[in-house]
T-cell receptor, first 112, second 116 residues
């Protein structure tokens, strides 16, 4: 119930392509879904987050799509760039809660 | 830009020894967290701390672990008797006015703990 399942484990995309990472959750009490970006040797950094009252949120080249009935959400990176090469984690938590549950991570490599 | 800092960046210890990992959260933040990441695996929540007490902890955070905010700036994680399986990257995080479910968490660069 506390898990967040993330796929794929790794992803290789050509420069300019679209990167898509998918996540699914079980606990319907979760209502805050952040995505984190992690570069080697660094801590995770918040990239974009969504709440279930909207089905999509866009910030620049990054878009979260959210399907509440399916309990799934995904990150789309448009016009992927080599600088986007990093590990991406989806996560989930409850509003007002202290714990964040992370997915297993997706290692993205964007080929120049 | 303010950031969370952690020391040391790498700690090597012998099994059974005590270690203290140190963090300096962003100065006006009120909520503090520790996470760990075993090599190649996901980030796992350990504990959250607010108003000088633990607000939530995971099953991983057993009696071997403790946290403390000894002064107005530092936040520490102590592992009393380290085991081989404690080898991981430990991340400290903080959030400003609301807990992680509502507010942005800012992560430090991590301390790599190696238990031999």
């Amino acid at each position: 119930q506390q898990q967040v399942k993330q796929s794929p484990q790794s992803l290789i995309v050509q420069k300019g392509g679209i990167s898509i990472i998918n996540c699914a959750y079980e606990n319907t009490a979760f209502d805050y879904f952040p995505w984190y970006q992690q570069f080697p040797g660094k801590g995770p950094a918040l990239l974009i987050a969504i709440r279930p009252d909207v089905s999509e949120k866009k910030e620049g080249r990054f878009t979260i799509s959210f399907n509440k009935s399916a309990k799934q959400f995904s990150l789309h990176i448009m016009d992927s760039q080599p600088g986007d090469s990093a590990t991406y984690f989806c996560a989930a938590s409850k509003s007002g809660g202290f714990k964040t549950i992370f997915g297993a991570g997706t290692r993205l490599f964007v080929k120049a | 830009e303010p950031e969370v800092t952690q020391t040391p960046s790498h700690q090597v210890t012998q099994m059974g020894q005590e270690v203290i990992l140190r963090c300096v959260p962003i100065s006006n933040h009120l909520y503090f967290y520790w996470y760990r990441q075993i090599l190649g695996q996901k980030v796992e929540f350990l504990v959250s701390f607010y108003n000088n007490e633990i607000s939530e902890k995971s099953e991983i955070f057993d009696d071997q672990f403790s946290v403390e905010r000894p002064d107005g700036s530092n936040f520490t994680l102590k592992i009393r008797s380290t085991k081989l399986e404690d080898s991981a990257m430990y991340f400290c995080a903080s959030s400003l006015q609301l807990p992680a479910g509502t507010d942005t968490q800012y992560f430090g660069p991590g301390t790599r703990l190696t238990v031999l």
